[in-house]
T-cell receptor
């Protein structure tokens, strides 16, 4: 029972490089999310997808793009990485309205 | 905008003691959900307990219980008989009611250390 799977778990980038964080869930959930976690700031929502075919901005969307590839997969892309994007990124999914979010294990990204 | 505030950045207690983590939130909504999530050193986010705003009864899950004061917009977590495995970051979170996905808003977190 994999739940929510994120790849890669760790990544080091140079400023200006691009990369894509992949996320897949096997729980048949409609909604998926990308959060970032920074020290002292909790988790902040970057983008979310309420259902397949839709995406919306969260609290901190600048510098990111997302793609809801299908019901299972939701990717986060950094087109030109900046040191301010050094963070731990979490993907999550949910189904039942007002229900809990199920999180992946997180991806630690460092931008030099 | 909805906000969640955890005023205790760090707490430390002895094993078997009871500890209470504080959380306040701000919203104009009348129907919403509140959560406490635990994040151990493994980094995994684990749901501890959930409270529905329209329910007056405080939620409990084994050693974990909440004190939900809707009028005061307060949602504290009590951990009884604390164990070494309770050492973790604890996040309070709030979700607003709207069509489609629920967007959780998280507090800054409280780092809890249980000492042997």
């Amino acid at each position: 029972n994999a739940g929510v799977t994120q790849t890669p778990k760790f990544q080091v980038l140079k400023t200006g490089q691009s990369m894509t964080l992949q996320c897949a869930q096997d729980m048949n959930h409609n909604s998926m999310y990308w959060y970032r976690q920074d020290p002292g700031m909790g988790l902040r929502l970057i983008y979310y997808s309420a259902s397949e075919g839709t995406t919306d901005k969260g609290e901190v969307p600048n510098g990111y793009n997302v793609s809801r590839l299908n019901k299972r997969e939701f990717s986060l892309r950094l087109e030109s990485a900046a040191p301010s994007q050094t963070s731990v990124y979490f993907c999550a999914s949910s189904e039942r309205r007002y229900g809990e979010l199920f999180f992946g294990e997180g991806s630690r990204l460092t931008v030099l | 905008a909805q906000t969640v505030t955890q005023s205790q950045p760090e707490m430390s207690v002895q094993e078997a003691e009871t500890v209470t983590l504080s959380c306040t939130y701000d919203t104009s909504e009348s129907n919403y959900y509140l959560f406490w999530y635990k994040q151990p050193p493994s980094r995994q986010m684990i749901l501890v307990i959930r409270q529905e705003a329209y329910k007056q009864q405080n939620a409990t899950e084994n050693r974990f219980s909440v004190n939900f004061q809707k009028a005061a917009k307060s949602f504290s977590l009590k951990i009884s008989d604390s164990q070494l495995g309770d050492t973790a970051m604890y996040f309070c979170a709030f979700t607003q009611v709207f069509q489609g996905a629920q967007k959780l808003v998280f507090g800054q977190g409280t780092r809890l250390t249980i000492n042997p």
